[in-house]
């Protein structure tokens, strides 16, 4: 799902709210998420799971075709870690004869 899906998604459970509105609110949870994890913030949202920002230490690579020595430098990463609830009802089995 890309955003303009989910804008219209909820769009169709929320007519009651003009899709402005909506596509407003998405753009702001996640300019919110981004701004906190760039401050080095955990941002949980509870049943879905957490975000939150991983260190990756400088290294020394090897390019694959010339082998030749690469530095990289550390640099952190986005990290998600999935939520009890969300990982539940990603695992419930599948109704029907198929195994």
């Not at 303009?4 to 998405?26: C, F, G, K, M, T």
């Not at 702001?28 to 990756?56: H, M, N, P, Y």
């Amino acid at each position: 799902m890309v955003r303009s899906e989910l804008i219209a998604r909820l769009a169709e459970r929320n007519p009651h709210l003009y899709q402005r509105d909506i596509e407003r609110i998405v753009s702001t949870i996640f300019e919110e998420i981004s701004a906190a994890l760039a401050q080095g913030d955990r941002v949980e949202l509870r049943g879905f799971g957490a975000f939150s920002v991983k260190r990756r230490t400088a290294r020394v690579a090897r390019n694959p075709r010339t082998g030749a020595a690469v530095a990289v430098a550390d640099k952190h990463i986005p990290f998600f870690k999935s939520g009890k609830e969300l990982r539940e009802r990603l695992n419930v089995p599948a109704s029907g004869g198929e195994t």
